[in-house]
């Protein structure tokens, strides 16, 4: 796990953008999972600039949503398709049909569920996984107690996510308690992973997830498990960090270090 702690909430979002980028100028067509919530939007608008400025491309690029809230339509303005195409779909050029954002709204949860693993599978796999973290150590929607092989499947929300989500909805009430949800196991076959996090909210659960054991109840801490996964914090989400300084240390080092 690589750890880059940045001092700011933009610093941590050009960063994350410059190491998406770097993957599309490898690889033009390349697929990308895709997050929701308040965190990765700098990373987001970091990546709108660079296609409007320096002429970023995502023609050829295909994406996979982590997970959409159960019973929101998609024109819902707390659901997760009207949360991407507002703050990154629109402002692209990803053709539309190769934008995959689980179904809230299917009449079959489980046909649906198969049907996503296998479209990301002949799409060849995803190439970049960006992942924000629930301060319950969750990723996606893999609440604590969720396998570390899970599959895309139907979730129902811990009340910590609940309360957590509930500032964007007129009332707790309105927060949906299940949602579709790509699992632990299906999150590790990204050939790369990129998970961001900012503020004190989320300095426990990054604790736990980059130095705790491996456990389903922080399910982050699963990443440790990951061969290519880089950990972005900015100062406040990496303030328990005990190995801050180590982390630091590599990244200072790194310009200097021998190539692989
Ligand atoms: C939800 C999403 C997660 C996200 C988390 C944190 O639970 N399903 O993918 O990482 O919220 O959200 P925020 O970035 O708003 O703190």
Same mark, same amino acid.
């Given at each position: 796990?690589?750890?880059?702690?940045?001092? +700011?909430? =933009?610093?941590?979002?050009?960063?994350?953008?410059?190491?998406?980028?770097?993957?599309?100028?490898?690889?033009?067509?390349?697929?990308? %999972?895709?997050?929701?919530?308040? $965190?990765?939007? %700098?990373?987001?608008?970091?990546?709108?600039?660079? &296609? /409007?400025?320096?002429?970023?491309?995502? !023609?050829q690029v295909t994406t996979f949503n982590l997970d959409e809230y159960v019973g929101l339509p998609t024109t819902h303005d707390?659901?997760?398709?009207?949360?991407? &195409?507002?703050?990154?779909?629109? &402002?692209?050029?990803?053709?539309?049909?190769n934008i995959h954002i689980p179904s809230g709204t299917t009449s079959n949860y489980h046909a649906f569920c198969e049907w996503?693993?296998?479209?990301?599978? =002949?799409?060849?796999?995803?190439?970049?996984?960006?992942?924000?973290?629930?301060?319950?150590? &969750?990723?996606?929607?893999?609440?604590?107690?969720?396998?570390?092989? !899970?599959?895309?499947?139907?979730? $129902?929300?811990?009340?910590? +996510?609940?309360?957590?989500?509930?500032?964007?909805?007129?009332?707790?009430?309105?927060?949906?308690?299940?949602?579709?949800?790509?699992?632990?196991? $299906?999150?590790?076959?990204?050939?790369?992973?990129?998970?961001?996090?900012?503020? /004190?909210?989320?300095?426990?659960?990054?604790?736990?997830?980059?130095?705790?054991?491996? +456990?389903?109840?922080? +399910?982050?801490?699963?990443?440790?498990?990951?061969?290519? !996964? $880089?950990?972005?914090?900015? =100062?406040?989400?990496? %303030?328990?960090?005990?190995?801050?300084?180590?982390?630091?240390?590599?990244? /200072?080092?790194?310009?200097?270090?021998?190539?692989?």
């Amino acid at each position: 796990m690589e750890v880059i702690c940045c001092k +700011t909430y =933009d610093e941590m979002s050009r960063e994350a953008a410059r190491a998406v980028a770097q993957v599309l100028n490898a690889k033009p067509d390349a697929v990308l %999972g895709m997050a929701t919530g308040s $965190t990765p939007l %700098g990373l987001y608008q970091e990546l709108v600039r660079m &296609h /409007k400025k320096e002429g970023l491309d995502f !023609s050829q690029v295909t994406t996979f949503n982590l997970d959409e809230y159960v019973g929101l339509p998609t024109t819902h303005d707390q659901s997760y398709h009207y949360f991407m &195409h507002e703050n990154f779909f629109k &402002h692209v050029n990803i053709p539309l049909q190769n934008i995959h954002i689980p179904s809230g709204t299917t009449s079959n949860y489980h046909a649906f569920c198969e049907w996503f693993e296998k479209r990301i599978v =002949d799409a060849g796999g995803i190439d970049a996984q960006i992942l924000g973290i629930g301060s319950d150590g &969750h990723i996606a929607f893999n609440e604590p107690g969720s396998s570390l092989s !899970s599959r895309t499947r139907l979730k $129902t929300l811990a009340k910590q +996510t609940i309360d957590d989500n509930a500032r964007f909805f007129s009332s707790r009430e309105q927060v949906p308690i299940y949602a579709i949800t790509m699992g632990v196991g $299906t999150i590790l076959e990204a050939r790369k992973i990129l998970l961001l996090a900012n503020g /004190k909210k989320k300095a426990d659960a990054v604790a736990q997830a980059v130095e705790g054991p491996v +456990t389903s109840m922080i +399910t982050a801490s699963a990443l440790q498990l990951h061969p290519d !996964s $880089t950990v972005f914090v900015d =100062d406040d989400a990496a %303030g328990k960090l005990k190995m801050r300084e180590y982390f630091d240390w590599v990244q /200072k080092n790194k310009p200097g270090a021998p190539k692989v």
